[in-house]
Structures are given as C-alpha cells and as structure tokens.
C-alpha cells in the first residue's frame, strides 16, 4: 500500500490549483530514478510543489525540502489505486517516468505496463493532465535510409513485433495513455546522459579492455537528463493541444567521433579504441544472419540499425512547441558532468 511520509506539511495540505490553468503541483512517478529526481529537481526550482512517488529509499536531500511530499508505492500493485487518487487529485499534472530499463518482457510487462495501468486507474475521471516518459525506441528503422532525418513524423515499431522488449513495451505504454482520454503529452527523450551516466549503447561495445566504436557518422540523439528535466516539466505547466508527441533531445548533438575524442579528453577513458565503419559492421550482421537469434543485440540487424544508423535527429518540434535551448555545447556539459582533465 502507499503510504505517505510524515512532513510538518503533509500532503492533506497540498492546494490543488491557484488561478485558473496555474500548475502549482506536480506528480512524479519514479522520483528517485535518474531522470524522476532531475524533474523534482527542476519543479521544485520552479517553485512548485512536489509529490515524490518512490518504490524504495526516497533520496535524502529530499528530507529538508517542505515542498515534497514522498510517497511510498508499487505501481505495480493495484491495491494502492486509492491513495493514488488521492495523490492525483492533488495535482495538476503527472510526469510519470517510472519504468524499467532492461530488457527483461516480464519486468516490462509487471513495472512498466502494469504500473501505467494502476496509474491510468487513479487518474480516470479527472482533469489531471499527463507527461508520459516514452523512449525515442519506439521508431522503427528498419524503414529509415541511413543519413535521413528522424522526426517525429517517422513510423513506429510494430508493438506484436517490436525488435526488442523495450521498444514493444514503450509502445503498449504510449497506446494505453492515448486510449486513456487524458490530457496527454507523450516525450520521447533520446539517450539521457548527466553525472554517473555519460555513455550509452549507442557508442558501440567492449572486448575486455577495448573499446570497439561503430562510428556511422551520424549524431547521437543526446539528451542531458537537466535538459530532459527542463521539457517535461515545461510540458507540465502546459496544457496540450489534443495528443502531442515530442522527440526530447540536445541542440547540439556530437557525432560518435566527436564524443569519444572530448571523452577521452576529459576523462581519459577509453583509453583502447577500435574504430569500424558502419558498412563494415552492418555486413556482418547481414553475414551472422541465420545465427542472429542466439547473438546480442548489436549482432542483431534490427537492433544495430537503431543503435547505430547514420542519422539525423532534429529536435525542431521541441523547440517551436516548447520553446528552450541548451545551457551548453555539448563539450560545455560533458566537462560539468566529468570535471575537465584536459592540460
């Protein structure tokens, strides 16, 4: 059951609107992830009020803060659709970031498809407006031509078949908010990186030491988690115009090339590189074909073209529906997340 933590303000207290259209709450579901706590982070900055959902140990700067309300709960426990209500019905907007991130189906289909539901529950009949934490997954690339521009007009995966638990799970989710009714915006960040979190699969893997860069040329479809933060919170304050779906990415977006040399640079990591061209890997992904089933996901011709495609990612819609820019070029932010090692 959710339980709300003791405060000298407790929740109870929480106003639900100021003015009319005025967002003075927010709820958060999975506050104390990587990006759930960047956007109690930016609300609370914004002066406005926060309920914390956590499942575990909320963090402990949040202790001081009588602006957050935790709350303790299992969304993928529908015992707690009552005081989830309750918690709803104090906000005026939900970011619900709460997911899992591996690639297990039945953690997916538990955390993330059974806890949107129990979400969806508590929320039906309100007004209570939603920011659904979505994936830029959800494309499928298997229909892009490499050097295109991916938008938000790109086709979906087909979720009977997605190519990997993940993406088929980010897409039953955006179809069960849609079918919801509810004042929906649907984010699609791109891979999110900030303090501790600084690469991602889309860089190519590791042979023990060595590092093996599939370098396309193309960008990688960046977000800094107080970037991504920034859109869903904006998106909060703001009511949405039928169903709106956003790509959430940086403005400066390096190449593979570009990122590993200012990586290297700051943080003397990787030290071991072994650069393959895209057309290199991609023929023998073609080659291991018939043995796909049993290689990882980068062996895997549906997955490598998501990974590693040579594309480019405009964030145009984001930026002319929201409004923004980024604090920092894209070496600006690496060197606050790292510390510059650079002579």
Not at 203 to 213: D, I, S
Not at 300 to 316: C, D, F, G, K, S
Request: glycine share 10%.
């Amino acid at each position: 059951m959710g339980e709300v933590t003791p405060r000298p303000n407790n929740l109870r207290e929480v106003k639900r609107l100021g003015s009319e259209g005025d967002v003075t709450c927010i709820l958060i579901t999975g506050a104390n992830g990587f990006v759930g706590s960047a956007c109690v982070t930016e609300a609370r900055a914004r002066g406005i009020e926060v309920i914390a959902l956590y499942r575990r140990a909320p963090l402990a700067k949040w202790a001081n803060d009588p602006g957050i309300y935790p709350l303790q709960a299992d969304l993928s426990d529908p015992a707690i659709t009552a005081p989830l209500q309750n918690a709803t019905a104090k906000a005026q907007s939900v970011i619900h970031a709460a997911a899992h991130l591996g690639g297990d189906a039945a953690s997916h289909a538990q955390d993330t498809l059974r806890g949107t539901q129990t979400l969806l529950d508590a929320m039906a009949g309100g007004g209570t407006r939603l920011v659904l934490v979505s994936s830029i997954a959800v494309y499928d690339t298997m229909q892009i031509v490499p050097g295109a521009a991916l938008d938000e007009t790109a086709p979906l995966d087909d979720p009977d078949h997605p190519r990997d638990a993940y993406a088929g799970a980010k897409l039953r989710q955006e179809q069960m908010c849609r079918a919801s009714g509810l004042p929906l915006w649907i984010l699609r960040p791109g891979a999110v990186w900030g303090p501790g979190r600084t690469w991602n699969g889309l860089l190519g893997l590791w042979a023990a030491k060595l590092h093996v860069q599939i370098n396309s040329g193309g960008e990688l479809p960046l977000t800094h988690v107080t970037h991504t933060a920034w859109a869903l919170v904006e998106a909060a304050m703001r009511a949405p115009q039928g169903t709106a779906a956003l790509n959430v990415l940086d403005d400066d977006r390096p190449t593979r090339a570009r990122f590993l040399r200012a990586h290297r640079r700051m943080s003397g990591w990787p030290r071991l590189t072994l650069p393959i061209p895209y057309n290199v890997w991609m023929a023998l992904v073609h080659l291991l074909k018939p043995l796909s089933s049993r290689l990882p996901g980068l062996l895997q011709e549906p997955v490598a073209r998501a990974r590693l495609l040579p594309l480019t990612w405009p964030n145009t819609a984001l930026r002319s529906t929201l409004g923004g820019e980024d604090t920092d070029t894209f070496e600006g932010m690496l060197a606050r997340t790292l510390g510059d090692n650079s002579p």
